[in-house]
């Protein structure tokens, strides 16, 4: 069965950084594409990045261009998200999820629990 798990949230000031992992499990990486989600308070999850088996970048949210760049490491079955420069507007709940196939389509099939992620001075 197919697992991922988040981690790497916190409290993080305005222009800070942080790097998130996604832990996948269960079924080599390689086999899988990897998006990025985020849920603020009150409001709908949306679709950030996702990053195809040939390393193909997708942005969901145009926001996030120039700051966020997602990277998969394969022997590490690991798919990290670097955030870099970050806003009170990136807080909230960030998902990993995955599914087969390309970025084009976010219907994902297999999610994480999510990590907090609080930017605030």
């Known amino acids: 069965q197919l697992q991922l798990a988040e981690s790497g949230g916190g409290l993080v000031q305005p222009g800070g950084s942080l790097k998130l992992s996604c832990e996948v499990s269960g079924f080599p990486l390689d086999q899988w594409t990897i998006g990025w989600f985020r849920q603020a308070p009150g409001k709908e999850r949306e679709g950030v990045i996702c990053?195809?088996?040939?390393?193909?970048?997708?942005y969901y949210s145009n926001s996030v261009k120039g700051r966020f760049t997602p990277a998969r490491d394969n022997a590490k079955n690991t798919v990290y998200l670097q955030m870099d420069s970050l806003r009170p507007e990136d807080t909230g709940v960030y998902y990993c999820a995955a599914k087969k196939g390309s970025c084009i389509n976010a219907n994902f099939d297999t999610w994480g629990q999510g990590t907090q992620v609080t930017v605030s001075s």
């Open positions: 990053i195809n088996l040939h390393n193909f970048i997708q």
